[in-house]
């Protein structure tokens, strides 16, 4: 009996099983942030429970203009943009090969979401004076979520491949067999964690 091979975009399962794990976290947090920005459009004295001291405050956070950059709580794309990934990391789990397309588009749009994320950390940073617990946490699985799709994108051929490209292409899927990925993420964390800790400690 011939032996079917598996295609190469449904062998990622840990990468895939690590973005479900971190969407759903950072999913978790969008709904938080989001319950308690209507808590505070309806009462803006209200004490939410992450109000732990004068820097660490959700409260002072979603009271800052940056949160409510287009218009409405900035929670509400974590609402909107993570059960996609959730869909994409379950489906292709399940078996599902999404077209090359479709994954670029969802890479190109998340890269987005990751450079807002780490635009409102320094905006909390450096700005308002304070730091939310769940937006770090949002920051943290933003970032890891990002190198994941990252990583399939490139070792299936969805990006890098022009004719400038590829060659770069194909020294970046040699490091990520050495797990820059993993290293790209965990600096970024421990930046992130570092100035936390030289600021506030």
């Not at 109000?51 to 794309?77: D, H, M, R």
Request: charged share 15%.
């Amino acid at each position: 009996m011939t032996e079917v091979a598996v295609p190469k975009r449904v062998r990622h399962k840990f990468t895939w099983i690590e973005m479900l794990i971190s969407s759903i976290i950072s999913l978790t947090a969008s709904l938080v942030l989001s319950i308690d920005a209507w808590k505070l459009a309806g009462n803006p004295d209200t004490e939410l429970g992450c109000n732990i001291s004068a820097t660490i405050s959700c409260g002072k956070v979603a009271e800052a203009w940056q949160s409510t950059l287009l218009g409405f709580p900035n929670a509400f794309l974590g609402l909107m943009a993570e059960p996609v990934v959730i869909t994409l990391a379950v489906a292709s789990l399940a078996g599902v090969v999404f077209p090359k397309l479709l994954i670029r588009l969802a890479l190109y749009v998340y890269g987005i979401g990751f450079g807002f994320a780490y635009w409102l950390f320094y905006q909390s940073y450096f700005n308002i004076g304070a730091l939310c617990p769940w937006c770090l946490t949002v920051t943290v699985t933003t970032t890891t979520v990002f190198i994941t799709m990252f990583r399939v994108a490139v070792l299936d051929d969805v990006i890098l491949q022009g004719k400038r490209t590829k060659v770069f292409g194909e020294k970046v899927k040699t490091a990520l067999g050495y797990n820059a990925d993993s290293a790209v993420a965990a600096i970024l964390i421990a930046v992130i964690v570092s100035a936390i800790l030289s600021k506030y400690l």
